[in-house]
Structures are given as C-alpha cells and as structure tokens.
C-alpha cells in the first residue's frame, strides 16, 4: 500500500488508517545519532518495521548508513534515491548477487559459500564486492560458527588480494543485550573483539566493527564500536526499557461500523466466548487479525474512544472486533483509536504486544496490506504528494 503525505486530520477517517509520525522518528534518530557520536546505521528491514519510507528523513538525521536483512531490501532503498551505505545481512545462495555489488550494496557473509558467490558476482561485474564478515558471537543463528571463521577470513582475505572483494567490515549480533547483567553479554563482546583481531591477524583491514542493535548501544553493554544498527529504537522501541527518550510513532485508527444496545447474557463473536453480563452498548470495527490486531490478545485488549478505554469483547476475527462502550452509544464512522504514542491515555504498542504474549516488534511489523498509511509530521506539514 502506498504511503501518502496529508494534512492532520483528526476528524473523521473512511477506512482503518496506520498513520507514521516522521517526526517522533527523527526525534529517535537524533538521540542515537548523539549517543552514538554519529556511528549510527539504521536498520530499515521489514519495510522500516512496518512504518514505511523513513529512509530520508534518518539520513537527514544524521544516519551516516543502512542495514535490511536483504538484497531486494537494499535495492529498494537504492530505487528511491539513497545513496549512503546499505548493507544487507541475510542473503541466500541465490540471491541477486549481481544487482548488489552493481548497486553498491554491502553484503553481510557467513560462509564460504556465501562468500564465493559474492566472488563470482564481482568476477563477472569487473568490480569489488564489499563486504562485512559476520561472526555468530552465541546466538547460534546467522552469524559465522567460531569453527569456521578462520577459514572464512583466510578465504576473504584471498579473494581480496585477488581483486574481488574488499572486506569493509567485521560484524557480530548479541543475544541478551536487553538484559545488561547476563552473563553472556561480556562472553559474546570478548568473543567479538577475538573475532576481530583474528581477522586482522590474517591481513584484513575492515573499516568498521559494528555489534550493538538498540538494546547494546542505550544499556552500553555492546561497548564502543565504529557502527550501532539501531532498528528498534528509531520507532521507539527500547527492549531494554531503560531509555526515556524514545516514542512511538504509529497509531492505528478505525471508524466505528455500527452500534448496537444489547441485553444481558448475549453472546458475541465466534464461539460465544464472551456473553454480556448486563445490558449494554457493542460497537464493530472493522479490524482483525488479518490486520494485525492479533487473536491472541482478544479478551486482553482495549482501545480509546471518547477519551477513555473499553475493551474489545469476543474472539478478534480475521476482518473485526468488536467493543464494549458501555452507556456511550457510538455513532457509525466515529474514529477509535486502537494504538498510539500513549499521551491521550490510549493503548500503546507495548500493550498490545503485551496482552498478544509477544514483543513491539511483532505488533508493528504485521500491520496488514489493506489498512492504509500516511505519513504525518506533527511539526511541519507537507504538501499532499
Ligand atoms: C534487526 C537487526 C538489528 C536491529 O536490532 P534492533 O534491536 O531492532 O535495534 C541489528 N542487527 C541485526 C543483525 C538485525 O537482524
């Protein structure tokens, strides 16, 4: 679904509207961008979690590159006119290696194989690849296993000499930095700096060593690095919920379908798994989890609307929900707002994710393709595109 750029309008709205306020988001990139002294990369993946083409807006905000977790990823920010780094992380055998190094984009390898096809591309391109060797430091996921990583960087090193690649970069991810005193942060930073001396031990002289996300770079457990790639908090999520300085920036809102009085001991929804337990007034949204209102969070979950809280009552099905108002009597297209920055005492994202059992990122990222965006900045208006 296309982004477009309207005025506010906090009157009526036809459909279910996913509404991105830039500016909370560039508020979020300046804070890193001073906490990290301007090493910050801005991790983009998943349509920018979920909030659409913010690229810009974190380069002008001082943003000095770009992480996704692929190829497709990076070429889509290369189409709209980046021109700062891009690196992509997560790239199958087959990806379109070709496209990457002739668009400049970094390529995150942790493998020998990976590595190989990066060599084949730049062979047959006449021109480097530039690439950021990935160490697994515990997390047992993408990164280079420890047993394989002095062969990866004897092969890298090669493949350099030859022409192909130039190493730019050295990278590790951790997997406890929203925890600051567990103990595997300091085994995983050890294993990073050995990871990195190892590979300038076999003559690579990468540019920059990144291995803080947001959680490592506001708790400082990741210690000082040349990057930080920071997703989560430039949408202001903070896993370590230690940092003050952080907003949110969607907020999801529908317009009330109908209204209806009902009586007591009224079943709603499928299964009846709610029945009324004295008369009073539902209103239906039409959202569900084909949306991103997950399932899990029905009889957990409320929304605002007339400045307070009701719950939504009943199973939320794949197109609606449905809503306890009480006495209120909502009328058709009046606006309820399902999440947001949390000022007006609305739901946030991080309610959501809590009454779903599940983390912000997953609630942002799974907002469906049929609710529509606009990106808004509450400060400067722009001219609808
Ligand atoms: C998603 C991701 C990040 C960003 O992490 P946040 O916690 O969202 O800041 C950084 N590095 C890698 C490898 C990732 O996959």
């Avoid at 990457?100 to 006449?126: I, N, P």
């Avoid at 296993?145 to 090669?158: D, I, V």
């Avoid at 947001?214 to 430039?234: C, E, K, N, Y």
Wanted: aromatic residues 4%; contains cysteine; proline residues 5%.
């Amino acid at each position: 679904m296309p982004y477009a750029s309207r005025p506010r309008a906090d009157a009526v709205i036809s459909t279910p509207e996913l509404s991105v306020d830039e500016d909370a988001i560039r508020a979020n990139a300046r804070y890193f961008t001073r906490l990290t002294r301007g090493r910050l990369m801005a991790v983009l993946k998943a349509d920018a979690f979920g909030h659409g083409p913010v690229a810009s807006a974190v380069v002008e905000e001082g943003a000095t590159s770009l992480g996704v977790a692929s190829i497709d990823e990076a070429l889509a920010l290369r189409r709209s006119g980046v021109d700062v780094p891009v690196l992509s992380w997560l790239n199958p055998i087959g990806a379109d290696f070709l496209s990457a190094v002739s668009e400049r984009v970094d390529l995150g390898v942790a493998s020998a194989d990976a590595l190989h096809a990066t060599v084949r591309a730049a062979h047959r391109l006449g021109r480097r690849a530039r690439l950021h060797l990935h160490a697994d430091l515990g997390m047992t996921r993408d990164g280079a296993p420890a047993s394989e990583w002095r062969s990866l960087c004897e092969l890298a090193r090669t493949a350099e000499r030859q022409g192909h690649v130039q190493i730019v970069g050295i990278m590790g991810h951790m997997s406890c930095a929203d925890r600051p005193d567990h103990p595997q942060n300091l085994r995983e930073r050890l294993r990073f700096d050995a990871a990195v001396r190892s590979a300038r031990h076999r003559g690579l002289a990468p540019a920059v060593t990144h291995l803080a996300a947001t959680a490592a770079t506001i708790t400082g457990v990741g210690g000082d690095h040349d990057l930080h790639r920071i997703g989560a908090g430039l949408y202001g999520i903070d896993p370590s919920r230690t940092s003050r300085e952080l907003r949110f920036a969607l907020a999801l809102r529908a317009p009330v379908i109908s209204a209806r009085r009902v009586g007591a001991d009224v079943g709603v929804g499928y299964g009846a798994r709610f029945t009324t337990d004295r008369p009073t007034h539902l209103a239906l949204l039409p959202l569900g989890y084909a949306d991103g209102l997950p399932r899990a969070a029905s009889h957990r979950a409320e929304v605002f609307v007339r400045g307070r809280r009701r719950p939504i009552v009943g199973l939320i099905s794949m197109d609606m929900a449905v809503i306890d108002t009480g006495d209120d009597v909502l009328n058709p297209g009046e606006t309820v707002t399902i999440f947001g920055p949390g000022d007006q005492g609305e739901p946030t994202v991080a309610d959501w994710a809590r009454w779903s059992d599940t983390i912000e990122h997953e609630i942002v990222t799974r907002i469906g393709a049929r609710v529509s965006r606009v990106t808004r900045r509450t400060h400067i208006e722009r001219t609808p595109e």
